[in-house]
């Protein structure tokens, strides 16, 4: 959507490989956050990040897991030795609280 | 913890009235969230109700809220081809870094 740009928009990979997600918010956004969308399953919370503040890891599955988010702008999501349940669509959001997120338009991942 | 219910299918004929259930657990919220997302499509904020409300009106959509059962319902009045999508409720608190927790998703589709 307009103010969030996520790329690769799909990635296709082996068990294994690591692969790196971005999402590049427009700017002046302080709140960021990466939920993943599962086949037919709603949209799990992963992590957010709010300005200078330690960043609310609490929904990363697994310590394969990691997002950092450099100058409080763009974002990266690493998935390291990637498996097969990693597939999903990965989607990264800007803001929150009154007018709710606006999304990007997601990274679709495969694991084969 | 935190948790969003929703059925997961709802079939109505063309030109009657949808009607999506949700409940939640935390009654902290303080905005509840209607998310619609399009087949092949990101997500967008459908509409959204404070939690000091009971009912609020746009157009074809009417959103109730039970605060005591904890309880949201959204209607959309003369269904259309158009309104086929998944449905996603979701509850949040007011602060721009308050995650969104969001429920499985509701897939509505309309019948001749």
């Known amino acids: 959507g307009a103010g969030v740009s996520q790329s690769p928009s799909n990635k296709v990979t082996e068990k294994g490989k690591d692969v790196e997600l971005r999402c590049d918010p427009i700017?002046?956004?302080?709140?960021l956050y990466w939920y993943r969308q599962s086949l037919g399953q709603g949209l799990e919370f992963l992590i957010y990040f709010q300005g200078n503040s330690a960043p609310d890891k609490s929904g990363l599955p697994s310590d394969r897991f990691s997002a950092e988010r450099t100058g409080g702008s763009v974002s990266t999501l690493t998935i390291q030795r990637t498996q097969q349940e990693d597939s999903a669509v990965y989607l990264c959001?800007?803001?929150?609280?009154?007018?709710?997120?606006?999304f990007g338009s997601g990274t679709r991942l495969t694991v084969v | 913890g935190e948790d969003v219910e929703q059925s997961l299918f709802l079939s109505v004929r063309e030109g009657d009235s949808s009607v999506i259930n949700c409940t939640y657990t935390?009654?902290?919220?303080?905005?509840l969230y209607w998310y619609k997302q399009e087949p092949g499509a990101g997500l967008q904020l459908l509409t959204y109700?404070?939690?000091?409300?009971d009912m609020k009106q746009d157009q074809r959509l009417t959103v109730l809220l039970n605060k005591k059962d904890k309880h949201l319902s959204l209607r959309i009045a003369d269904t259309q081809t158009g309104d086929s999508a998944i449905y996603f409720c979701a509850e949040g608190a007011y602060s721009s870094a308050s995650k969104i927790i969001f429920g499985s998703g509701t897939r509505l589709s309309i019948r001749p």
């Open positions: 700017s002046g956004h302080t709140a």
């Open positions: 109700i404070f939690s000091n409300m």
């Open positions: 959001a800007i803001e929150g609280g009154l007018d709710g997120y606006t």
């Open positions: 935390d009654s902290s919220s303080t905005y």
